[in-house]
């Protein structure tokens, strides 16, 4: 999809700023990996074969992928989260794969995590709801309490990759500032030995299947 092609649009935001349809969005997912050949071949890259190995990945699968935008001024924050909360599998398996493609700072939204964090599990899930009454998916409980003083600030350079550990509590703040702060990211997760949670609310299809990292050729 070719926004730029459509008639700009100038939207209300939530902060009465006026701002251009394309300069509006906040994220693009969850395919990006399979259904853009651009993201298709940096997921399936030889480089990023070889990081998933080092990480001693048997089978991995890459089963999402997201472009996050944080627009001059009017990026959102992303709230505290650990991503086995939205991907887990039983052992957690999953690692994200965070890919600067700007210089990312305190002022534009950088990441920021809690050393160590990864070491508490969390039985927090974001799950499909039962409840057809109500909203699609749910969370099963209410975010863990945390110490906000222990989060630390990781800015980076643009072209910078950054491993997230599937259980690492991490978030990122809004965008106050007048430059936008695009990323790309993956989250990878062990096929072999492990069980993907049946509740998780992604699930593979035979349309869109979790694609194998190391099959998978250019
Ligand atoms: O880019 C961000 O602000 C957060 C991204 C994130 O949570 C992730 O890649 O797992
Ligand atoms: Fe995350």
């Not at 890919?99 to 990312?104: P, R």
Request: aromatic content about 10%; charged content about 20%; glycine content about 6%.
């Amino acid at each position: 999809m070719d926004i730029t092609q459509h008639t700009p649009t100038v939207f209300s935001t939530t902060d009465n700023k006026q701002v251009e349809k394309h300069l509006s969005l906040n994220k693009v997912g969850h395919a990006l990996h399979w259904l853009v050949p651009e993201f298709r071949s940096v997921s399936f890259s030889d480089k990023v074969k070889t990081a998933a190995r080092q990480l001693g990945f048997a089978s991995p699968a890459v089963v999402q992928s997201m472009y996050i935008f944080k627009q001059p001024g009017i990026g959102g924050e992303v709230t505290p989260h650990k991503d086995c909360t939205f991907l887990s599998t039983e052992p957690q398996s999953c690692i994200g794969l965070w890919f600067a493609l700007e210089d990312v700072t305190l002022e534009n939204g950088c990441l920021w995590y809690i050393p160590g964090s990864q070491k508490t599990p969390t039985s927090r899930r974001f799950i499909r709801n039962d409840d057809k009454s109500g909203d699609l998916t749910c969370f099963t409980a209410p975010p863990d309490p945390v110490d906000a003083a222990k989060y630390v600030a990781l800015p980076v350079k643009k072209g910078t990759l950054v491993l997230i550990d599937g259980q690492v509590d991490h978030k990122s703040e809004r965008n106050c500032s007048p430059h936008s702060r695009h990323i790309y990211t993956f989250h990878v997760i062990e096929r072999h030995n492990t069980l993907w949670d049946p509740r998780n609310w992604l699930q593979p299809t035979p349309a869109m299947p979790f694609t194998g990292l190391y099959e998978n050729e250019l």
